[in-house]
């Protein structure tokens, strides 16, 4: 019979205090478990409102507030020692969760989009990954906005971002070139499409799926880490300010919930997943496409 300890699993969820990280957390506290708890690692930028966030959930005592500012290297280390001090170095789940949306068209804006979609997830694995007991998995929360934007991409970047020997040096330097075009307003010369709605969004998304694709190569090994990408689907939440007809949060966090506790053997490595089902990295569905774009226009034009 295994032990506790064997069973209880530790969990990192980033961006935690609201939204789909919080109802990931709340859905975890209420799954049944046989002989133990997981203890669950709820990651705030803000102290005060992931404390606030423990408080809503009637501060339960397997779940810890773990401030973490995925887009600060300092913050991640600093995160990352607190790991290793009271849990014992070990983690069995990394839910990348964490993300922003553009707040305008501003190139401040799409880098700080990288930088925390993209940059700040590829940090913070690479620090905690080796934390990972056996058999453990990582969870990227991308976006079906990804694959709908590298859709509109010239064929020489989807050849790219989907290659199965591109590298994490190779995929930083296609950012960072998109980047570069962005800022000098040159983005349709190398192959991006520059009137799409949310272009610096879907970039983050495309390469956080590649990243996971990068990453799921690398540690598949002697290591036997799981690691997949996955879209929560349009959820009503701050990011999006409770946009109406969106679907609510609790079943995104269901979508995220479903590559987290899905025995591996019957999930791909480096898989995107939506609501338990695999999705292409290139959405080849034009009129999905074509929706996307047309009531994402009209959405911004009533900002």
């Known amino acids: 019979m295994a032990s506790t300890n064997q069973q209880q699993r530790i969990i990192l969820i980033t961006g935690a205090n609201k939204g789909i990280g919080f109802e990931v957390v709340k859905k975890l506290i209420e799954q049944p478990s046989s002989n133990s708890k997981d203890i669950l690692l709820l990651g705030s930028r803000d102290i005060k409102r ?12 397997n779940v810890h507030l773990l401030q973490l500012d995925t887009s600060s290297k300092e913050s991640i280390a600093t ?21 922003i949306v553009p707040r305008d068209n501003t ?27 056996e058999h453990g998995r990582v969870v990227n929360v991308a976006s079906s906005i990804g694959p709908m934007a590298l859709h509109c991409f010239s064929k020489d970047l ?11 040096g190779q995929l930083d330097l296609l950012v960072e070139e998109f980047l570069s075009a962005y800022e000098s307003n040159n983005v349709e010369k190398i192959g991006y499409r520059p009137d799409l709605p949310y ?14 694709r990068i990453e799921a190569r690398q540690y598949s090994g002697a290591q036997n880490i799981f690691i997949y990408s996955v879209c929560p689907g349009y959820c009503a939440t701050d990011l999006n300010n409770k946009a109406a007809g969106a679907r609510p949060a609790a079943l995104g966090a269901d979508s995220i919930l479903y590559v987290v506790d899905t025995p591996n053997h019957e999930l791909e490595n480096g898989g995107f997943y939506l609501d338990g089902k695999k999705e292409p990295q290139i959405c080849m569905d034009e009129a999905k496409v074509q929706f996307f774009i047309q009531t994402s226009k009209k959405h911004l034009e009533s900002k």
């Not at 995160?79 to 993300?99: F, R, S």
């Open 50 to 61: 992931g404390e606030d966030a423990l408080k809503q959930l009637g501060s339960p005592p």
């Open 79 to 99: 995160a990352t020692n607190e790991i290793k001090q009271k849990y014992g170095g070990h983690l069995d789940v990394i839910i990348n969760n964490a993300g």
């Open 107 to 133: 190139i401040q804006a799409a880098r700080e989009t990288q930088v925390t979609n993209y940059y700040g997830v590829k940090m913070l694995n690479e620090h905690l990954i080796p934390l990972l007991r």
């Open 158 to 168: 989807q050849e790219k971002y989907t290659s199965e020997t591109l590298t994490k």
């Open 199 to 212: 272009l610096a969004y879907g970039v983050s998304k495309v390469a956080l799926i590649a990243l996971t």
